[in-house]
């Protein structure tokens, strides 16, 4: 079946626009042009992604971001942020509230297409062979089912961040750069791409502090971040 991506957007040319593109790549579409149909068709629909645009007339995309990761059955559901904001720190409020990427205004369809795919990847949970789960500290993930335990607990992480820390978990450690991570997670880059990763470790970083996890992450001035064992 074609993975379902929901385009929302208060401007209709725009949700015509990026659902055109997506559909003629092989998505289906659904599409919204307030928070709460949002919200609505997130929860009946279960898409396999949101394209979210910030400035919604109804509820902020920010809002709508932090109700869907609070919902333990929508909390994995990937987003991609779309919106005319351009300053950094509007960029990096968005993926600290768990957006896994963030496009602004005027953009290319194509571009977005691609970021969708590179999402999608990210958060497939299929491989074509068995991968063996991994473990450090208290920390457990299981690639294949695309879960992760801390300290016997589930941890809800968005489809970056298990991404992240799958690699982390790859080799405890090692200190991985900036350019490593993007080459082994997103698979592409743009400018701020390396502001963008250093938000997802910071989002990654403070959920395994706030459990005993055993792991903490590490800062490598003038190289990158490692995982180290605490335990």
Do not use: C
Not at 16 to 28: D, I, K, M, T, W
Not at 74 to 94: C, Y
Not at 148 to 169: D, K, N, S, W, Y
Not at 213 to 218: D, H, L, Q, T
């Amino acid at each position: 079946m074609p993975q379902r991506i929901l385009v929302v957007d208060d401007d209709r040319q725009i949700t015509r626009l990026v659902g055109a593109y997506l559909e003629r790549a092989g998505f289906q579409t659904l599409t919204a042009h307030d928070g709460a149909t949002a919200l609505r068709l997130a929860r009946s629909e279960r898409p396999d992604l949101m394209v979210l645009d910030l400035m919604l007339p109804d509820v902020d995309g920010a809002d709508l971001t932090r109700t869907i990761r609070a919902d333990p059955h929508l909390a994995a559901l990937p987003i991609i942020m779309l919106t005319a904001r351009v300053e950094d720190a509007d960029k990096i409020v968005g993926l600290e509230l768990g957006a896994d990427d963030y496009i602004t205004k005027p953009f290319n369809p194509r571009e977005v297409v691609a970021r969708v795919r590179a999402v999608l990847r990210r958060a497939s949970s299929g491989t074509p062979q068995p991968a063996a789960a991994l473990e450090a500290g208290r920390v457990w993930l299981d690639p294949d089912r695309h879960e992760v335990q801390a300290a016997g607990q589930p941890l809800t992480l968005t489809p970056t961040e298990f991404h992240l820390l799958r690699i982390f978990l790859s080799q405890p450690g090692h200190a991985f750069t900036r350019r490593e991570l993007i080459e082994a997670g997103p698979g592409y880059e743009y400018e701020g791409m390396e502001r963008t990763i250093d938000s997802h470790i910071k989002n990654l970083r403070r959920k395994l502090e706030a459990v005993d996890a055993g792991v903490r992450i590490e800062t490598v001035y003038g190289v990158g971040y490692r995982l180290k064992v605490i335990v």
